[in-house]
């Protein structure tokens, strides 16, 4: 007894490869490596890829598609030569470092890639859509080696370790566990620390240099005496088969053969159950980024919560299932288990976003935002994937006969899943999400799986016939069953928690309501599951708003002077623009400014379709039916792919899409796209980049705002409402002719535009002025590029998604501010000495509460006319909004004493008499308003606010 627990003790201080399989540890530390290395490089090459490819769904899954075939073809044919290797842990030895070398190589020929692939789209011009095959075809010519050698380990070591005594599925579960945890260590090294430190290449090269290192360690380690005298490294032919076809079944023993069609139904099972697990996986990513956001950090939460479950499932199967026989039935009750974990979930999803919001409620940081996003995706897939992980080792273990030849079963029942996983994303992404929505997709995987089930029961012959039958009718009955299930309310998820967490917070505790009834507030009259993102449009009142993963991206209230400034101010600047590019259809607003004006061509380039339908059917009141107008075309695409493969040259470009916190943004503000853009431009040409200045540290800001700079020398800055940003870029500074600005102003008429937020004439929109060339590049100076390689930007933007930091922006640049309005041409300076001119550009200010600036455009109108009344009034209200009110008062009196008495000037002075709560003074100059305007709604207003008060009046 006392000899038993001394080995007992003296195992448990084994590795777990080395109480599986002794002296085998080094080989299971190095798959273990290597399935780290193989996740950092699809990550990696996702990134890189989606840099030429772009990031729409076709890229995206013709790149994971071909990523996966290597992976099918290299296990289809290293399963073939498996059993006739005479040395098998030498030829995994060499499979690591031919890993090594051909990943490390990647980078390098992506540049040949690309021009092959650019070369092909100007031979043939195919649309973004069907050009995927072509895609799938170069990426997968690219790829195909390094994932080829990726496929081949899994069967090559299988077949290695079977060759000593064991169960065949304890064997596999044990390699594709540790292979798989490896690829869970592998997502979090490149997603957390890797590429945020050192960038795209040298995260391939130290995985390529770790490949190299697996390889000589493996090599060395092949000539080591245990390995020959364990039988790894001899031919498979010197070795007789440890079990046969008669074999009976034990613990320890491979199960014989139960019925050709139990077995062939397994193999197929397998593969439909390959390409559910990725319906699950493309579907639950598309619910979770409703709930945790869609940041880079959110989506590696994703992918580590659905490895981390899979990689348990396999090692759990190897732990306890290997242990005893597999049959068919047991496959059916994996899939009947994955298909009761994923209802479960399926109906509590919709408080999902409350548990989230639930958790923040102790703490915003981003580590603890992190770890709240990587538990609710664990709570979502963790129970299923534990599951799905169990089901591979599970249909290695049915179909295989003899250990002997295990390499061979594994290979190829390797390439059936994955082949089926390939098909799984493609139907998913493309037809069946936009086709059904995300909830019904996922219910359409539950009834698979069931199905599954029921088939592998009904056919199985090692239970009686009764049993069989019950079995396979329930199994039948609960997927008409789950058919049932409610979809969730697209108010909850469509209401943006990881986005507004703060601001849905704090109305929860204003109002002292539920988050329950809270989420469900909102009046939704659209949502839609498109392609690449869930589309939603809001009514609040009368403002109209639309959400893209629940953020929200335009509207008709806040949005507006952005939106419209964004489309109007570089029109007004150019010389002669004739043909315009908008990347971002957002509500169609921008291209609407854009299309009030003489231009030729109008192009827009949206990346989800869903967009498109949105802003034609809810927005076009707003941005003037412009998906109408004959001069537009709309491409859904990839913006930057667009402009790589695009022949076509603009006057002015203009960029939308901000908040470079959302996943695959930061890219559409790299050095390399700015200086894309900038080719595109003709001779005199500009672009106009939007960015936000809230939620974005201030060091975020002059990254971009340098980078910006690097295609766009000639830079300045302009401010709008709520804190947004346009930064207007050319090659070379050319001063403003204010002539042609004030000509095209009003000749288009497009004071109907921006009469709305207060500008009501062409000197308003100079209000919007913030910094000149010389003080946009001294602000910049010190900071950081974000490039292609090392997007910075994308990792360091989502740390501040729930910081206020719109003040910290505006100051960051007011303190580089020294020229008031823009450089100007000599011909129009005499333009910029007229009070009236002054007073208008003061008028911009005060639109966008810049104050101070507001107060310096209206003193110097004073100054060349001291009676100029509109600047009394404009100074007046400007210490109103200071709460300085005797000097409100002072320049009220000033007014009412010297210029013609009007309306605006009155309500003027009512607004400073009430709040100095000089209410008998207010009454009396609200109903001299009112008798000016008996109709003013708002005059009559204020006068009913009046006189709610007692009298205080004192006289001036």
Known sequence: MRQARTKKAELGRQPWGERVWPGAGVLFLCFFLSGATGLIYEVVWLRMLG?????????????LAAFMGGLALGSALFARRAARMRNLIRAYGWLEIGIGI???????????????????????????????????????ALLVVPTTLMGGTLPILSQALGRREGSVGRLVGTLYGVNTFGAVVGVVLAGYLFIPALGNRATIAIAAVVNLGLGALVLAYSRSRWAWDSGMGQHAGERPSVESPDSTVGPNTVSPLRGRLGVWLTVGALGISGA???????????????????STYAFSAMLVAFLGGIAGGSALYAWWGGKRPASPVLFGGLQAGIALAVALVLLGFERMPEMFLAALRWSDSPAFVQLVQLAVSAGTLLLATLLIGATFPCAVAVATRELARVGQAVGRLYAVNTVGAVIGTVLTGFVLIPALGVHAVIVGGIVLNLLLAAALVA??????????????????????????????DPRVLASGPAVYAPDLLEAADRDDTSMFDLLRRE????????????????????????????????????????????????????SDPKAVLVIGMGSGV?????????????????????????????????????LEDPRVRTIVADGRNF???????????????????????????????????????????????????YSLLPDDLRMIVKTFRTAFPATSVWCTDGGDYLLLGREEAMPLDLGLFKARFESNRIAHDLERFGIESWPGVLGYFLLGEPDTARFAEAAALNTDDRLSLEFSAPRALYLDTTYQAWESMQNFKTASLPEVSPDSRPEL???????????????????????????????????????LMGMGAVHVKLDLLPEARRFTRQVLEHGPVNADALILGGVAYETLELQNEAKALFQEVLALQPRNAEFRAALSHAMEYKDHGTGL
């Open 833 to 871: 000495e007229q009070p009236d001119v002054l007073y208008r550009i003061g008028v911009g200010c005060l639109s966008r509460d810049a104050l101070e600036e507001a107060l310096a455009h209206f003193r110097r109108a004073l100054e060349l006319d001291p009676q100029h009344t509109p600047s």
């Open 102 to 140: 051909s990943a490390a190589l990647i980078p390098t020929l992506l540049g040949g890639t690309t021009a092959l692939y650019l070369y092909l789209q100007g031979l043939f011009g195919f649309s973004y859509s069907t050009f995927s095959f072509v895609q799938f075809l170069i990426v997968f």
């Open 590 to 626: 921008t291209a609407g400014a854009v299309a009030r004006y003489p231009v030729k061509r109008l192009d827009i380039v949206e990346i989800e379709p869903a967009v498109v339908v949105a802003a034609f059917h809810y927005f076009g009141h707003v941005n003037g039916e412009v």
């Open 643 to 693: 402009l790589l493969t695009t022949p076509e040259q603009y006057d002015v470009i203009i960029s939308e899409p901000s908040n470079p916190w959302i996943g695959g943004v930061a890219a559409l503000f790299s050095v390399e796209f700015f200086e894309l853009a900038r080719q595109r431009l003709r001779p005199g040409g500009l672009m106009v980049q939007w960015v936000q200045g």
């Open 523 to 574: 009046q939704l009259v659209f949502y839609y599951d498109g392609l690449s993102s869930t589309v939603s449009v809001h009514q609040n009142g009368r403002d109209r708003y639309l959400r893209v993963n629940g953020k929200t991206e335009a509207g008709t209230g806040d949005d507006m002077p952005t939106q419209l400034m964004l489309g109007h101010l570089p029109i007004l600047i150019h």
């Open 276 to 294: 559910v697990s990725m319906l699950y996986e493309v579907a639950w990513t598309r619910a979770l980024a409703l709930v945790i956001g869609s």
């Open 51 to 63: 840099l030429v490819f772009g990031h729409t769904v076709h890229a995206v899954t013709a790149v």
């Open 459 to 488: 056919v199985s012959s090692t239970i009686p016939t009764a049993r069989r039958w019950v079995g396979a009718t329930a199994a039948v009955l609960a997927s008409a069953a789950v058919l049932l299930i409610p979809p969730w």
